[in-house]
């Protein structure tokens, strides 16, 4: 059911692309549309890990510098056949973690400090386990090209809305009002698919997290607290990478902020133990 949400958003998110590529040029619109489709695609599928990476300053630590991530990395792999990942750290005692990479074979996983910090082995395995749930289900690929046609489709209708606002060329088929209501309409609907795909990835990665590990509750706890310390200790993100984290970090654009690229946590949590609080 996920997968065939996913599908549908994304197909949606790709026809809101072509439809504006119409507007500014007919079929020629359309084909430079998908070009440029193509061209974005491309960078997020081979660059998309390097520049999350390098966005939180993750650093590289070996099995001797995080003997504990490592071994728990080992039971899940092992157990799901998937290859090991490469294992950063963020220099942050905020709690958060992300998976990133285009498939199984070039994945890495991320944990901050403050994770580390906070949850204890059976916690983390939860957290690990959701984040192996991502690169198995292929999230952060998909993650990636909704982010990269998303942020097409609000290039786009600003450019279509000065063009027609200023080149005139478009009174016949509603001028200026036609060209604000696009430039308004457009990049909100491609923002809140993009956000309906993420929140639909997290709660399938939940679900792998707590099937792999066998312990729903560990990952239950693992996100109540996270989402308490949090709170305290805010991680700050750029929106266009927001979607990764295991728990919705804060941004600087107030936009992004007013939608949620996560399900809020007691629903993820019921899903999870049938009840939406963990009760210690």
């Known amino acids: 059911m996920q997968i065939l949400k996913t599908t549908l958003l994304l197909t949606l998110l790709t026809v809101v692309f072509l439809l504006i590529g119409n507007w500014l040029g007919g079929e020629t619109g359309v084909v430079i549309a998908l070009v440029l489709a193509a061209a974005m695609n491309f960078g997020a599928y081979f660059y998309s890990d390097k520049i999350a990476l390098a966005t939180y300053s993750a650093q590289p630590v070996s099995r001797e510098e995080l003997p504990r991530v490592y071994r728990i990395l080992d039971g899940l792999t092992a157990r799901e056949n998937l ?132 312990n729903p509750a560990a990952l239950a706890r693992a996100l109540e607290k996270l989402e308490a310390y949090a709170q305290r200790r805010p991680l700050l993100a750029t929106p266009s990478t927001a979607h990764l984290f295991i728990i919705q970090p804060s941004t600087r654009a107030w936009l992004a902020n007013l939608f949620s690229t996560h399900p809020p946590i007691p629903k993820r949590i019921e899903r999870l133990i049938g009840r939406s609080a963990v009760n210690y």
Do not use: C
């Not at 400090?113 to 690169?135: A, F, K, R």
């Open 83 to 214: 290859p090991m990942p490469k294992v950063y750290v963020i220099p942050t005692d905020s709690p958060n973690a992300f998976a990133t990479g285009r498939n199984p074979q070039h994945a890495s996983v991320a944990v901050t400090q403050g994770i580390l910090n906070l949850l204890d082995d059976e916690e983390l395995q939860g957290v690990l386990g959701h984040e192996l749930g991502h690169v198995r289900n292929r999230d952060i690929l998909i993650s990636s090209i909704a982010a990269t046609i998303a942020g097409a489709i609000m290039l786009l209708a600003r450019f279509a809305g000065w063009a027609a606002l200023f080149g005139g060329e478009r009174d016949e088929e509603g001028g200026a009002l036609g060209a604000l209501a696009l430039m308004i309409v457009a990049p909100i609907a491609a923002m809140l698919i993009q956000l309906a795909i993420s929140r639909s990835r997290e709660y399938a990665a939940d679900a792998s997290g707590a099937q792999w590990t066998g």
